[in-house]
């Protein structure tokens, strides 16, 4: 319903001041809100991308949409994690497996993945969690997970928003969360949001 509200008063001020440049970027601000509902999310970045041509604007809008487009199809997620570990997500074929992308320059992104290691321990089995980290400094990335105790899988490669990985995901902001179904296949660009609940409806409710 605050979501909702937020909408309306995004469009009441669009009525308001038409031309306004500030339109697509709180469309794309008021966007963000939607992961839940990729429908309404999509409309908003398409309206957004109309009336913009801010080249860091329409840059976020593309890998918005590009996220989007993920949804409902199998992720592909091969990488070597910090420890030296060779991880494909497609080896956890019959798991939920929460993904989450942050960097611990990011007090929200710290907090983010904390919480997901409570909501995965909290469903004891058929979950796991990995993480792809934005940092530049592997030194600070260890301490983070060593002092919290953090012993998944992460892929790191010092490149922040440069590297492959995050590139072809079209991650733009941290901390973002995805959730995978046991096939593999991209159910929810919110991870953040309940995600004892999100992961309770991907387990068939158990």
């Known amino acids: 319903e605050e979501r909702r509200a937020m909408l309306d008063q995004a469009r009441k001020f669009e009525a308001a001041h038409q031309g306004d440049r500030r339109i697509a970027w709180l469309l794309v601000e008021i966007a963000a809100l939607f992961d839940f509902d990729p429908g309404t999310k999509e409309g908003l970045l398409k309206e957004a991308r109309k009336l913009t041509k801010d080249p860091d604007l329409i840059a976020q809008i593309t890998d918005d949409q590009r996220k989007l487009g993920f949804v409902g199809k199998p992720i592909q997620l091969r990488f070597t994690a910090l420890d030296g570990r060779r991880i494909d997500a497609k080896e956890w074929q019959g798991k939920v497996v929460v993904v989450v992308f942050f960097a611990t320059w990011s007090l ?67 901390p973002t969360a995805w959730l995978l179904d046991q096939r593999g296949v991209l159910r929810s660009l919110d991870g953040l949001e309940q995600p004892d609940e999100q992961i309770r409806r991907l387990l068939g409710g158990r």
């Open 108 to 174: 929200p992104s710290k907090a983010a993945f904390i919480e997901l290691k409570r909501a995965t321990e909290l469903a004891v089995t058929g979950v796991e969690l990995l993480a792809v980290s934005l940092d530049s400094q592997r030194t600070q990335l260890e301490a983070f997970l060593r002092d919290n105790n953090l012993r998944c899988p992460v892929a790191w490669d010092g490149k922040g928003w440069d590297g492959p990985l995050i590139q072809a995901l079209g991650i733009n902001a941290v």
